[in-house]
């Protein structure tokens, strides 16, 4: 067995002989409310059915206990929780890098790169490289990020504006809420 770094995760909830209040508010596997009655009795009527006793709402005065087939209840719980994962959409940032000296039609490339990314909902970082002479002049690149920026400004709009940090100038730019939406055609 390896060892874990992490703490072992303890359990949401006790069952069968974990649970050590004397009285415990029950409910059968049919969900039918038996009331409050001893933890000893709830626990032979939960072991003679061949399920488990599992304390559902430890806050309550007295806990409420439910009698079910705990592995079919963890089971039932991860499924949802995986099922509620995958509907929920990570935005992650993506980066395009440009350069001060970029070409028209390679700037049409990062441009048309840019708005997949926007369109599946990501953010989109903007970086313009500088080497050597080029950290002279700054403008340039403000410049390629200004134009850069009025070729997506349809569909995004600026969450950070340019800025030079070191020999790279970034820009952030997200997705507008509002997308264009396309005229029904008439047919």
């Known amino acids: ?75 039932e719980n991860k499924k949802k929780a995986h099922a509620s994962k995958k509907k929920q959409h990570q935005v992650h940032l993506k980066e395009v890098r440009v350069r001060p000296k970029i070409a028209d039609g390679d700037l049409e ?9 926007l369109g599946k909902g990501h953010k989109v970082q903007v970086t313009c490289l500088f080497r050597g002479r080029e950290m002279a002049h700054p403008d340039v690149g403000l410049d390629v990020m200004d134009r850069f920026f009025q070729a997506i400004s349809d569909i995004a709009k600026i969450e950070r504006e340019p800025r030079l940090e070191g020999r790279r100038m970034n820009m952030i730019v997200v997705r507008t809420k509002k997308q264009p939406q396309k005229a029904p055609s008439k047919e």
């Open 1 to 75: 067995m390896r060892y874990s770094p992490e703490a072992p995760q303890r359990e949401a909830y006790r069952v069968n002989h974990r649970i050590r209040i004397r009285q415990v508010f029950l409910i059968d596997d049919e969900g039918n409310q038996l009331g409050v009655m001893d933890t000893e009795d709830a626990l032979r009527i939960a072991q003679e059915k061949g399920l488990d006793l599992v304390e559902v709402a430890a806050n309550q005065r007295p806990p409420v206990c439910r009698i079910m087939d705990y592995g079919k209840f963890k089971y």
């Open 109 to 117: 490339v990062k441009v048309k790169r840019a708005r997949e990314f």
